[in-house]
């Protein structure tokens, strides 16, 4: 007998609506990453240490791993258009309590749980995959991911020079009012959708910690992400204090401009996708790891100061932001492929494993910039991108991505999801969901 919740109405969804998500998207990992431009800006407004403001940038990221673990599984489980506006609802209240936080312990709270709360991009993804037809899948998830970039990059723009104007406090206020908006549009305009699972929350829980003990091949991936994305992330923290040192003098809408350089990189990660598909994700993440190792090295650079070292800057940023999203769609094409039938739960456990890497490296790199200054943050993204690349080597002497491992590139996808499917059902486990990412 068949399982409802194996069989989920699929509509065509239109270009209008497709933009509505991407912009979602957009909005939810923007919170993310405008906190990184003002940093120095809420130093001087609240009086504290840079060192202290940075964990506004730290306890966000704790928050929005939190909300990878906690909150993401239930898009099997709950109708995603209530899920997505309560979701949004509640970043727009943290973010304006941010905006009114009279004290850094304040701050820091708020945006813990801004954090919690903007997973929306991680919900977005499966809902519209499993709306739309599977030969419309890819063109469709790619414009998500083009929005997810545009709203990491061009956060920090929007949040540099609304600071530099207004002050730390209004990028908070500003960005409270449009996820506001966003929500009341999306309660009218999300598609709707039938959950995909019934399990109970908390096997819904449990589930992403299995597969990390299970699947290798996810394991490998989480260590590649999260490695990669702890340079990232630690580059881009201390990226405001560099540049508003002595050797520059800039302010925070200069972290936004730089960042702005960095919107490139979201024509790359197409591209990126179309050489997973031709050659498997294992040179592409080898050419995205070695193009993080060589960012470093032309980051160093800009420790120079005036002219040559913001140029520097400039383009070491750009070859970091695109080896590492590039790197993350190959990551993804990986993971996806270890248990058609639990995408979500797998995407829980991957994007978990990267931001507590994000996490690190946001840490890390505060206190190395103390200790060493930029050539240390450079120092710590060169021996990260070393890390990655030597767990990579094993796989390139003895290649693991072959047909029988990675069946979507030897077109043998059709019969991995039936039998995954099969089993899942004779065990009594969570039913396959077509439209799972």
Sequence with gaps: MTDPTRVRPRTTLSRRT???????????????????????????GLQVSADAAAAVVTATQLGYTAGMVLLVPLGDRLPNRPLLVGLL?????????????????????????????????????????????EDRQGAVLGTLLSGS???????????????????WRAPYLVAGVVALLLA?????????????????????????????????????????????????SAVWTCLALLLAGPGYGLGGRAVGLVALVGAASMVCTPWAGRLVDRH????????????VLASAAVLGLGARGGGPGLAALVLGTLLLDTAMQSGMVANKVRVYAVRPDARSRLATAYMTCAYLGGTAGSWLGVRIWGRAGWW???ALVAALAALA?????????????????????????????????????????????????
């Excluded at 970039?149 to 002050?167: C, D, I, N, P, Q």
């Design 149 to 167: 970039t545009g709203g990491m990059l061009l956060a920090r723009t929007f949040s540099g020079t609304l600071g530099e104007w207004l002050g």
């Design 89 to 133: 609802a509640l970043t727009a209240l943290a973010l304006l309590a941010a905006g009114c936080a009279p004290a850094l312990p304040a701050l820091v709270g708020a945006s813990a749980l801004v954090g919690l709360t903007t997973v929306g991009a991680q919900v977005v993804g499966p809902m519209a995959a499993g709306l739309v037809a």
């Design 184 to 232: 009341a549009v999306l309660g009218f305009a999300a598609p709707t959708t039938v959950p995909s699972s019934r399990q109970r929350y908390t096997a819904l829980l449990a589930e992403p910690f299995r597969l990390l003990r299970s699947e290798p091949e996810l394991r490998r991936s989480c260590f590649y992400q999260a490695t990669v994305f702890a340079g990232f």
């Design 280 to 291: 498997g994700p294992g040179p592409v993440n080898l050419v995205c790891t070695l193009g």
């Design 389 to 437: 690349l030597a767990r990579q080597l094993p796989s390139l002497i003895r290649p693991s991505e072959g047909p029988a491992s990675a069946g979507r590139h030897a077109g043998d996808l059709r019969p991995v999801r039936q039998g995954a499917q099969g089993s899942a059902s004779r065990a009594g486990g969570p039913a396959a969901d077509p439209g799972s990412d």
């Design 18 to 44: 497709v933009l509505l998500l991407a912009v979602t998207c957009a909005v939810a990992v923007g919170n993310l990453y405008f906190p990184q431009a003002i940093g120095p800006l809420i130093a001087d």
């Design 376 to 378: 240390g943050v450079c």
